[in-house]
């Protein structure tokens, strides 16, 4: 059986990291985008981060351009971005796409393992959220609307798993 922990993708500084890494962690793996509506919740995504970071919860961020171009920048600019603007401490990867032929295979797999509404597969926009479980199994998809904050009582449920 594949699950998230089987794959890889480079991080924002271009150094290819092996998902495997996280095994035995809960992951909150979310597209991003800096110029986006969206985008104050890399501070919400930053606070779950640290609530929970010392428990076994990792945060990945994905930089996305596929919505409205919302992330024109490139990997040092996203990473800046991050930094001065929400203090962002967990890893950020670089930019992927997440639809059509050139998505990533991680989303291509996330997406299949949890469709959205009416089974759609494809991500809607910015800030769709995946809960992994420690087995590297999805748990669910969250909408962009969902706030991460909004996602503790999930979270502390698979810690407890």
């Keep these: 059986m594949t699950t998230v922990f089987d794959f890889k993708a480079d991080s924002l500084a271009g150094k290819a990291i092996d998902l495997s890494q996280y095994k035995g962690k809960v992951l909150l793996i979310v597209n991003t985008a800096s110029k986006c509506g969206f985008t104050p919740q890399y501070e919400g995504l930053e606070s779950v981060y640290q609530q929970f970071k010392d428990k076994g919860v990792e945060v990945l961020g994905f930089p996305c351009n596929q919505f409205g171009s919302q992330e024109p920048g490139g990997e040092a600019e996203i990473g800046a971005f991050c930094q001065k603007n929400y203090g962002v ?56 609307t969902t706030k991460p904050e909004e996602m503790t009582g999930d979270i502390e449920k698979l810690l407890a798993e």
Excluded at 107 to 121: A, D, I, Q, R, V
């Design 89 to 144: 401490s967990f890893p950020m990867f670089a930019k992927i796409d997440v639809n059509g032929d050139g998505a990533h295979p991680l989303y291509k797999h996330l997406k299949k393992e949890s469709p959205g509404l009416l089974g759609t597969e494809g991500i809607k926009w910015n800030f769709t959220k995946f809960l992994v479980r420690k087995d590297g199994t999805v748990y669910k998809r969250y909408a962009p």
